[in-house]
């Protein structure tokens, strides 16, 4: 079955530190990736996508993502993490379909 | 642009009471999708829609649960009657087309049954 796997459930970062969230799907085919972020009370917002190309994408926000055939994995990276980035951040991939089948998501929580 | 929106924001409810959840998607999109968020099972798509058209209502969890969208500008998810265990937030998101786009996300109704 399609599944997207987020391993760590809550990440913990000083402010300022690198980020790295994980995501590795199932599935051989190569899917459409996206990273989506959710902040308190809010809906799911759009940090970046991958469907073709370049494996390294740039998203909002400062985050980029690469992508690894080989390693079936999508990682979510942010070179200096700011304050207003805790938030619940989740993966995504598509399967040429419309559905978005969601990983469980990675809790951030920034220390100052 | 306003984005998708979605009404009302939080629903508190009675076991058995019928529920009515309703989304105004991005204009011009025609593609309309239903989520359910929980702490146990995460985000999940009950039902999506195409030019108004329900494409795929296979996350749909029972009976109970009714989604139609009688024009490009309006959907609404029902549940009747609710129970318990449907407490979760509802997400609505909407996308040019099908394949076409990335999907907007509404701010989601929380529902709560009692």
């Known amino acids: 079955a399609q599944s997207v796997t987020q391993p760590d459930i809550h990440i913990t970062v000083s402010e300022g530190a690198s980020l790295e969230l994980r995501c590795n799907y199932s599935?051989?085919?190569?899917?459409?990736l996206f990273w989506y972020v959710q902040s308190p009370g809010q809906g799911l917002q759009l940090l970046l996508k991958?469907?073709?190309?370049?494996?390294l994408v740039q998203g909002i926000k400062g985050f980029e993502a690469e992508f690894k055939r080989s390693q079936s994995s999508f990682n979510l990276r942010k070179p200096s993490v700011h304050w207003s980035d805790a938030a619940e951040y989740f993966c995504?991939?598509?399967?040429?379909?419309?559905?978005?089948?969601f990983g469980t998501g990675t809790r951030l929580q920034v220390f100052p | 642009d306003a984005g998708v929106i979605q009404s009302p924001r939080h629903e508190v409810t009675e076991m058995g009471q019928e529920v009515t959840l309703r989304c105004k998607p991005i204009?011009?999109?025609?593609?309309l999708f239903w989520y359910r968020q929980t702490m146990m099972r995460g985000l999940e798509l009950l039902i999506y829609?195409?030019?108004?058209?329900?494409?795929?209502d296979s996350g749909m969890p029972e009976d109970r649960f009714s989604a139609k969208m009688p024009n490009a500008s309006f959907s609404t998810l029902k549940i009747q009657p609710s129970e318990p265990r449907d407490s979760a937030v509802y997400f609505c998101?909407?996308?040019?087309?099908?394949?076409?786009?990335?999907?907007?996300f509404g701010p989601g109704t929380r529902l709560t049954v009692l």
């Open positions: 998101a909407s996308r040019p087309g099908l394949n076409e786009g990335e999907q907007f």
């Open positions: 599935y051989g085919a190569t899917p459409y």
């Open positions: 991958y469907f073709s190309g370049d494996t």
């Open positions: 995504a991939v598509s399967y040429n379909t419309d559905k978005l089948i």
């Open positions: 204009s011009g999109h025609n593609s």
């Open positions: 829609f195409n030019n108004n058209v329900p494409i795929d």
